[in-house]
């Protein structure tokens, strides 16, 4: 690479050198033709026109990765230029307008030229001129030929100095411009990508990277906790004197906040009850008196919980939704009907979610009332995710 380095910079200079000397000349001549014309101060009356060997990093060497910024900015249009192999160099124009004492740099390349008195030279002359030198140099445009192409008007190289499309340079400059693109915010140079030299190369790296980003919004997504809390209660039995089965109102739902890209969604559905069992102070009295059997129990409550627990692809989160109690009052024998037995059942639930599942618990309390006796008291339902316990 030094090698060619060193060529480049010989040939920049002498490319240089032999423009320069033809737009001088031609100038001269238009300057003398004036003044013979009687035109006074001729030689301020005519643009002036120099090229200079750029002295800018940018026209030097660059690593697959400055390529890729390069093209990513839109200040080229191609992953395997001849920079990347210090085979090329720029040579850009410099003009002073007539009357003017500051030279400015040439951004279309066609401001000094034209048909007037005060150009030396037509566009069409300069760029024979230039196509010209260019073969005089053995040298060649942007797209390796020899001409003058406003495309990339300053750039000059070697001929067969673009790497080919399946150099490993290449490749890290195709995924460095895809993660510029698809990752880091820049606006995707279109002209590049669509164009037929590289978007076959090209797509295979935006997939991949673009499966990148994906996976990071996903990841990004997983680490997102949200938190809320879930209270209520509601009566399911009052002052119940026969068998029922009520079942309770939705205590609502522990889902996440706002519209969130969070994939397909899983349903879990999660039961679970528990029952007790009562025998009052007064079938004991039946049973002597020869009025009621002895088979179990007089009285049995059970307890239901029903909800979904809802995953999601991309959160981690469990989310818990639909969350029901119920009750069933069953009468096992003869004697407790006759007993006026009353039965009063609530539901109190507290939720959150915080963690990975939601938890928390539902109490229901029961009170169980014949005419000798009672009894009060709860059972505590815990909840963590799917799994349900009873105390």
């Given amino acids: 690479m030094a090698k060619a380095a060193s060529v480049i910079s010989t040939k920049a200079k002498a490319f240089v050198k032999g423009m320069n000397a033809t737009l001088e000349d031609k100038r001269k001549k238009k300057v003398d033709a004036l003044a013979k014309k009687g035109v006074k101060d001729a030689e301020k009356k005519v643009y002036k026109a120099e090229l200079k060997v750029s002295k800018n990093p940018v026209t030097l060497s660059r690593t697959p ?127 590049f990508e669509n164009s037929k030299s590289w978007k076959k190369d090209l797509a295979p790296h935006l997939k991949a990277v673009e499966a990148r980003k994906e996976k990071e919004r996903i990841d990004g997504l997983k680490k997102l906790r949200f938190s809320a809390s879930l209270s209520g209660s509601q009566s399911l039995l009052k002052g119940a004197n026969k068998a029922k089965t009520p079942v309770g109102k939705s205590f609502g739902d522990l889902e996440f906040e706002g519209p969130i890209d969070c994939g397909a969604g899983k349903e879990e559905k999660v039961a679970f009850k528990h029952a007790i069992q009562w025998d009052s102070l007064a079938r004991d009295v039946f049973e002597f008196l020869g009025l009621a059997e002895s088979k179990g129990f007089d009285v049995r409550l059970t307890f239901s919980l029903v909800y979904s627990l809802w995953h999601y692809d991309n959160l981690s989160q469990a989310f818990l939704a639909k969350l029901i109690p ?38 229901f309390s029961y009170d169980l009332r014949s005419p000798l006796d009672k009894e009060k008291g709860k059972l505590v339902m815990k909840v963590k995710g799917s799994r349900v316990t009873a105390a």
């Fill in 65 to 191: 990765e400055k390529q890729a910024e390069s093209v990513a900015s839109g200040r080229s249009w191609t992953c395997a230029s001849a920079h990347m192999v210090d085979k090329a160099r720029h040579v850009p124009l410099f003009y002073t307008p007539p009357g003017k004492s500051k030279s400015v740099y040439s951004k279309t390349a066609k401001e000094p030229w034209g048909s007037k008195d005060e150009h030396f030279m037509s566009f069409a002359e300069f760029s024979a001129a230039w196509a010209k030198e260019l073969g005089k140099q053995g040298v060649r445009n942007y797209k390796g030929k020899q001409a003058f192409d406003a495309g990339d008007a300053w750039h000059i190289e070697l001929p067969s100095g673009k790497l080919l499309h399946s150099d490993p340079a290449v490749a890290k400059c195709l995924i460095r411009y895809a993660e510029l693109t698809r990752l880091e915010g820049h606006k995707p140079n279109t002209s």
């Fill in 326 to 363: 119920s009750c069933k009052l069953e009468y096992n024998t003869p004697a407790a009907k006759w007993m006026s037995m009353t039965v009063d059942a609530a539901a109190d639930v507290s939720m959150k979610k915080s963690g990975l599942l939601p938890e928390g618990t539902v109490t």
